[in-house]
């Protein structure tokens, strides 16, 4: 595809569906907070007052304080790092991970392609959530296990989606002629089949990506990874839940808000992309 | 019944691969059981001791050995909290869970089939509308946060709700006598209106909040099925015949939903079983999930293992039953499978 249809169906899915476009502007802002987080925010995130312990929303405090006095806009925005961080290294993670067993699976077929499925119906014999909450707790609490809690549990998603577009193209009429050229099974893979099936793996990453954050914040709203007091929308909500039931709703509200916006956005700009690369799926 | 036994059968790959991942992230992973059952105050000596007593210092090989005949035994490990086998204490909360999960996908699928039939019936009318905002919303909403709107909205602002603390205001009522171990059943076994409306209050939200989300794919799905449906020949042909509306609808369209419906039925468990720890948490729901997130705080390993192989042992047995049902409503699987 040149740039130029590229750009041109760009305009097109734009312009019938405005909801991308929206969701392309949050996304930028939002990777503005990600870049520069603790220098944009107007408070430290950290530091704890006793004179304003739960506030209102002012027009000093947009979001209100916390329990502890702290800014909440402040915190909203310098936890976006962590929560976009956590959610796009582990997609990332799955997705080269899954791509490349599930090419293997796919090209070689017979006792890889059983033992690399067998593993991944194993995962998902397990809800989900439930694994990925025994495997932060087997790895040890901490970030860096979240990320590859969430990886695992994302993995069979791109595994078989890899394998399924590998076996349909092993004997198409390009791979035949590369492999008689005299290329070898991880040159043709790697060369010829891998560029082909990446358009269609990108929309199922930025597709994974809102199911990915959900995950990495549920973790983190039981108090699996992430300390408090570091700032994040899971921890940050489930800090704010205590003080609901006598109204104060701004601490709970604004990072859930938060997760809801990076969340709808991610999904917007998947069925976006999707419509781009393949008008015949949209619904 | 020759198809059931063939399904019964099927699930023992599934299960053999629950006991071994399992196993795998209990004993193998890098994480050291010996150092959480010794406590912050251990030093090298004690955590070798509690390696010892505990045969992590054995090969792998042999402690799984170990390890499936306490399964088999029902052995479980003891919880650091509690102090009781792990398997008493789930067993003694499965039932709180269960009757949270049941109410939400009965109200899941209570709502979720009418509105997806109803909006494969008018296309771009009021309620496919309804239907695809609310697909586009559940996707996009952690559980726990709309969970909390309510509490929010409906305890705190309109009062409609009772305060989100557990299952019963046990300081007003005492719980039924123990039957089933829900108390909407206990209560109703035993006759005690007075606790049945009182435990139904405390249930609706929680059970709404997570119904919600598996009612969207259900949603989705019977639409796109029902649609397919009534875009084939055979309805066709049946409105041509002049059949009425209603039993074309009911009788010849809906019967092919059903299959469909059933296949995302699985995944709508995976979440339910998932977000029913996430929904117990946020309403003090004293169910296997608040267990396990009050053994996630403790660092009490044994305790969240059992949780995480019980939830798998579930999930297993629910996508049995889902088959079944599936080889049910549709003699086409049979004969596939």
């Not at chain 2, 955590?47 to 088999?72: E, K, M």
């Not at chain 2, 086998?85 to 089939?113: H, K, N, Q």
């Not at chain 2, 049946?238 to 419906?261: C, D, E, Q, W």
Request: charged residues 10%; contains cysteine; glycine residues 8%.
């Amino acid at each position: 595809m040149s740039l130029i249809t590229l750009t041109r169906n760009a305009g097109y899915a734009f312009g019938e569906n405005r909801l991308t476009l929206v969701a392309v502007i949050i996304l930028a802002l939002l990777a503005l907070c990600a870049i520069f987080g603790p220098s944009i925010a107007p408070y430290d995130p950290l530091v704890t007052s006793a004179t304003t312990k739960l506030a209102r929303p002012s027009a000093l405090h947009p979001f209100g304080t916390d329990a502890l006095g702290r800014d909440i806009l402040s915190r909203v925005i310098v936890a976006t790092r962590l929560d976009l961080g956590m959610a796009v290294s582990a997609v990332a993670l799955s997705f080269v991970v899954g791509l490349a067993l599930g090419s293997l699976a796919g090209y070689f077929g017979g006792w890889t392609d059983r033992i690399i499925g067998r593993a991944m119906d194993t995962i998902m014999a397990f809800p989900l959530f439930v694994l990925a909450m025994g495997i932060v707790v087997a790895l040890g609490n901490s970030v860096a296990n979240i990320i590859i809690a969430t990886m695992i549990i994302n993995l069979p998603f791109y595994c078989r989606f890899a394998r399924a577009e590998v076996n349909v193209r092993r004997e198409h009429g390009y791979v035949e002629a590369a492999r008689m050229g005299g290329n070898g099974p991880l040159r043709v893979l790697l060369n010829h089949i891998v560029p082909n099936i990446l358009p269609p793996m990108m929309v199922q990453a930025s597709l994974n990506m809102g199911w990915a954050i959900l995950n990495a914040a549920g973790l983190s709203f039981i108090g699996l990874g992430v300390r408090p007091p570091t700032p994040e929308w899971g921890i940050m909500v489930s800090e704010g839940a205590s003080y609901i039931i006598s109204g104060e709703w701004w601490a709970f509200m604004f990072p859930g808000a938060a997760l809801v916006l990076a969340v709808f956005s991610f999904n917007m700009l998947g069925d976006g992309l999707r419509d781009l690369l393949d008008p015949r799926k949209r619904v | 019944m020759a198809f059931v036994w063939k399904r019964l059968l099927g699930t023992i790959p599934s299960l053999v691969g629950v006991v071994v991942l399992t196993f795998f992230i209990s004993h193998a992973l890098p994480g050291d059981p010996a150092a959480y059952f010794a406590g912050p105050a251990a030093n090298a000596d004690s955590i070798a001791n509690i390696r010892t007593t505990l045969g992590l210092d054995r090969p792998l090989p042999v402690q799984f050995v170990h390890y499936v005949g306490d399964l088999v035994q029902g052995n479980l490990g003891r919880s650091l909290t509690t102090g009781q086998p792990v398997l008493t204490d789930l067993l003694e909360r499965l039932p709180a869970s269960l009757e949270l999960s049941s109410f939400a996908l009965l109200f899941a699928i209570s709502i979720a089939i009418p509105m997806g039939v109803w909006a494969a019936t008018r296309i771009n009318g009021p309620v496919d509308h309804a239907c695809r905002a609310l697909v586009t919303v559940s996707a996009a909403f952690p559980t726990f946060f709309v969970g909390l709107l309510f509490v929010y909205v409906f305890y705190f602002l309109l009062g409609w709700a009772p305060q989100p603390l557990g299952r019963l205001n046990e300081i007003a009522f005492s719980p039924p006598p123990h039957v089933t171990g829900a108390y909407t059943i206990d209560a109703l076994i035993a006759g005690d209106w007075p606790v049945l409306r009182a435990s139904l209050a405390q249930l609706i939200l929680p059970a709404i909040s997570l119904g919600l989300f598996a009612l969207a794919p259900i949603a989705r799905i019977t639409r796109a099925a029902m649609l397919e449906a009534l875009g084939s020949d055979f309805i066709r042909t049946a409105r041509a015949s002049g059949l009425p509306v209603r039993k074309i609808l009911m009788t010849y369209a809906f019967r092919n939903v059903l299959l469909p419906v059933s296949s995302v039925l699985g995944m709508v468990f995976s979440f339910l079983l998932g977000s029913n720890v996430l929904i117990e948490q946020v309403f003090g729901w004293q169910g296997v999930g608040a267990y396990a997130v009050a053994a996630v705080i403790a660092s009490d390993y044994a305790a969240v293992q059992g949780f995480v192989l019980m939830m798998a042992v579930l999930y297993v047995l629910l996508n049995l039953a889902v088959d079944i049902f599936a080889t049910v409503v549709d003699p086409r699987v049979r004969f596939e499978g």
